[in-house]
């Protein structure tokens, strides 16, 4: 017994083992439970906060804004240092991550009348005009906007200067106009327009809704439009940083630090407090179930070491030392703590990918995490063989043969 080699102990380990398959499953059960836990726990985590921040990210960071940068005159004025191409869906549009791209610009129509009858009242109540707004024709897209009813202005409007217009709703309210199957007109001084389509509601430039839009052709033909404001694009999830540097360099590459893009971060502050929130307290419930899977360890193998002192007495009356008892009883522990964890991290993938395709969300799961996890099981069973294992170490033979601990 003191040439006990590491095979000799191996096979003593699985005898041990295997002589109670089914104390070993219960055993095993503790820790398989404990590790899939933990992986479907921390698995879960990570998805749940993938959706949140897939959320925030659908409301909110899917939307970039370009503009002219502005400089500052020895006067104290500003004025923009560049003036965004008319082109600039079309240049934006060809760029990865963006989807959508419109030109919007505020128009100047010099106090001119906005009404839905060519001659003024004098007697009506002089209200505040809705604001008049030129777009390119995929304005629509690039806001989310959506039309209660007609249709929006092309490309052939915007390159013939159609006297065409698109109300939103409010300002559709203001000139009682609810229906365009009439072809109603409205009035912008002496020009007449045609109302072809009524905007909804939009999610971003939400005051679009109160305003008078037109094409961007259009404005520059009647009222002398000489530059676009500003540039709206809707982007794809996670495309923030790399549309926040193309895009000035598409818009003007000779000059790009001329051409200021407010584009979302990557990762955003509020998302990352969240996750760690989620993983915070997953981590706890997921530590919580190894304690129990542990303690079951520790507890049926102790019960091992009880049942098995005759063993172990006649093992010492035969010349095995403690040491070589102890490292029995730890690979006993081990070997079922590792089985208990691979049998659980691959219960915990299985699940978190059933749970995920069952609520069609993306599965996310931390390779690393399953195998550690599945090693974890191995450190939970050392950890709480150790005192059973010095238990049956300390046994003294006499005692041991006589039945007593």
Not at 175 to 202: C, H, K, M, W
Not at 244 to 267: C, I, M, W
Not at 294 to 311: F, H, K, P, Q, Y
Request: no cysteine; glycine share 14%.
């Amino acid at each position: 017994m003191s040439r006990l080699s590491i095979r000799d102990l191996a096979v003593e380990a699985s005898h041990g083992i295997g002589a109670r398959p089914g104390r070993l499953l219960l055993t095993i059960l503790g820790t398989v439970l404990g590790i899939a836990a933990l992986v479907v726990t921390m698995g879960m985590a990570q998805t749940g906060a993938g959706q949140i921040a897939r959320q925030f990210d659908a409301v909110g960071a899917t939307q970039a804004v370009a503009k002219a940068g502005e400089a500052r005159t020895m006067g104290g004025d500003t004025r923009a240092r560049t003036q965004l191409p008319w082109d600039s869906p079309d240049r934006v549009e060809r760029l990865a991550g963006v989807e959508a791209a419109a030109l919007l610009a505020e128009v100047d129509v010099a106090g001119a009348r906005i009404s839905a009858v060519p001659i003024a009242d004098p007697t009506a109540v002089a209200g505040v005009p809705p604001a008049v707004v030129a777009t390119s024709p995929g304005v629509l897209a690039a806001v989310r906007g959506t039309l209660a009813t007609g249709r929006m202005f092309d490309a052939g409007h915007d390159a013939r200067a159609d006297r065409v217009v698109v109300l939103g709703a409010g300002a559709a309210e203001r000139l009682a106009i609810n229906r365009i199957d009439s072809q109603p007109s409205i009035f912008i001084g002496e020009r007449p327009y045609t109302v072809i389509g009524i905007v909804e509601e939009t999610a971003r430039r939400r005051d679009l809704v109160d305003a008078v839009i037109l094409p961007m052709g259009t404005a520059r033909a009647d009222f002398g439009l000489t530059a676009p404001g500003e540039l709206q694009m809707r982007i794809a999830v996670g495309s923030g940083d790399v549309v926040g540097s193309q895009v000035p360099l598409a818009l003007s590459p000779n000059a790009p630090e001329n051409v200021d893009v407010q584009s979302p971060p990557t990762g955003g502050e509020l998302q990352r407090n969240i996750r760690g929130d989620i993983n915070i307290v997953f981590i706890a419930l997921g530590g919580v179930a190894l304690i129990v899977g542990g303690l079951g360890i520790a507890n049926v193998t102790l019960l091992s070491v009880m049942e098995r002192v005759g063993e172990i007495g006649l093992r010492r009356a035969l010349g095995a030392t403690r040491g070589q008892v102890a490292t029995q009883f730890v690979v006993e522990s081990v070997v079922v703590g590792l089985l208990g964890g691979l049998i659980g991290a691959a219960l915990g993938v299985f699940v978190v990918v059933g749970v995920s395709a069952a609520q069609q969300w993306t599965p996310i799961i931390d390779m690393g995490l399953a195998l550690g996890s599945a090693l974890l099981g191995g450190v939970i069973g050392l950890v709480a063989g150790a005192y059973p294992a010095i238990k049956a170490a300390s046994l003294e033979p006499v005692a041991a043969l006589r039945g007593g601990l």
